[in-house]
């Protein structure tokens, strides 16, 4: 049991420093938060394709899936800084900004874990 916390730990720093390396790379001066949105569009879509096409039939250790679903893309991955982002552009009165952030976030959330999961189907 405790293998698995270190191996979530390991991953979970892993992947704060890919969601951080991503962040960096697609820095701009623009107001739109892409890095936040584009990392959580793909943590949408590895999530379901992981669980269900990769893990369904790997050898894969139970601790070593928790530690990439639950370490690396929990940590990848960031509703916190989505809503941080989103009062943000609120309080700087980007409106169209805002709705749309939201919409992307959510709407392509969904429609990316979608295609996570049929991405098996279809294989």
């Not at 916390?5 to 938060?33: C, D, E, K, N, W």
């Not at 590895?46 to 050898?59: C, E, T």
Request: aromatic share 14%; proline share 2%.
């Amino acid at each position: 049991m405790q293998l698995a916390y270190l191996f979530v730990g390991i991953a979970g720093a892993l992947g704060a420093l890919t969601r951080y390396s991503v962040g960096l790379i697609l820095y701009s001066h623009s107001i739109f938060p892409f890095a936040t949105l584009i990392v959580n569009l793909v943590g949408c879509y590895l999530l379901p394709f992981l669980s269900s096409a990769v893990f369904h039939k790997s050898r894969l250790s139970p601790n070593v899936q928790t530690a990439i679903t639950t370490g690396f893309l929990g940590s990848f991955t960031t509703f916190s800084a989505f809503s941080v982002e989103t009062v943000k552009l609120l309080q700087q009165g980007e409106i169209i900004f805002t709705v749309l952030y939201v919409l992307i976030s959510v709407v392509g959330g969904i429609v990316m874990s979608n295609l996570g999961w049929k991405h098996e189907v279809t294989r």
